[in-house]
């Protein structure tokens, strides 16, 4: 092992030592961002820094149950990430499909989908759903994957499908009016039913969400970090969970 391993060992167990376990964020929602920065630094095709990226998932979503956390949001591909070329945007879709099926067959976390999945492949949104179904009745952590997600697009379809949901019922529009409260679109987002994030992280050193949980992140606390997701290491994630224990959390107040 070399000096600097060493170092950093040393001082990954001391910033885990040191967090107060009643701190530790219930929910971390994380960006997975620069990847194809990543690659292109190396002078390779996006599609290694994606698969580079993959690797790295099992790993954080290891280091967060070590620490009891008992949910985590993966920002995998948004729907603007679908604009991108067309052979990019597969080998992307591919990388995720194995990625996502490789966490759900290892029955560790239990896998939930978030994301406009009539936008994907219909072979993509198969296996994702396959992969969910696999782990529906695992009791470990967690993980919500966001492949095809856009918060705007999130709260567009919680809308729709509360306005679907009167119309059966034969609410009318005025009715619904008067009625309508923050509860009600809540209980129609990609992630009812769980709480929100306490945490958000975004690597690469972009200081935005970019759309990332618009609705449940408005109490949440965030932490930018300069390293592209796949150097994201062990420490960095250390740092963003002390940083977020250090912080009074004013919801709001």
């Known amino acids: 092992m070399s000096r600097r391993s060493l170092v950093y060992g040393l001082y990954e167990r001391r910033l885990e030592a040191a967090l107060p376990r009643e701190a530790v964020p219930h929910h971390v929602g994380i960006i997975l961002d620069g990847n194809r920065r990543w690659a292109r630094a190396g002078g390779n095709r996006a599609a290694h ?40 945007v597969g080998e992307l879709l591919g990388i995720i499909e194995d990625a996502v ?38 009791e470990g952590m967690g993980v919500n ?15 729709r499908g509360l306005l679907k949901e009167h119309a059966l019922a034969g609410t009318s529009i005025d009715e619904l009016a008067q009625t309508l409260t923050v509860e009600h679109i809540a209980e129609h987002l990609y992630t009812k039913g769980q709480p ?3 945490l958000v992280i975004r690597t690469s050193g972009e200081q935005r969400l970019g759309g990332f949980l618009l609705w449940q992140s408005v109490h949440s606390e965030f ?22 224990a250090m912080r009074e959390r004013r919801m709001g107040r």
């Open 49 to 88: 820094g994606h698969r580079r990226g993959a690797d790295k998932i099992a790993d954080v979503l290891g280091w967060s149950e070590d620490i009891g956390v008992q949910i985590v949001t993966l920002w995998m591909l948004s729907t603007d990430n679908l604009a991108r070329d067309p052979e990019e």
């Open 101 to 138: 099926a490789e966490l759900a067959t290892s029955r560790r976390w239990r896998i939930r989908v978030v994301g406009a999945l009539d936008l994907l492949p219909e072979s993509t949104a198969d296996r994702l759903r396959a992969a969910q179904e696999l782990t529906s009745d695992v």
């Open 145 to 159: 994957v966001a492949i095809g997600y856009g918060g705007r697009r999130e709260i567009a379809d919680a809308v």
């Open 196 to 198: 929100d994030p306490d």
């Open 223 to 244: 932490y930018f970090c300069e390293a592209y997701w796949p150097d994201f290491r062990r420490v960095d994630f250390l740092r963003a969970v002390r940083s977020y």
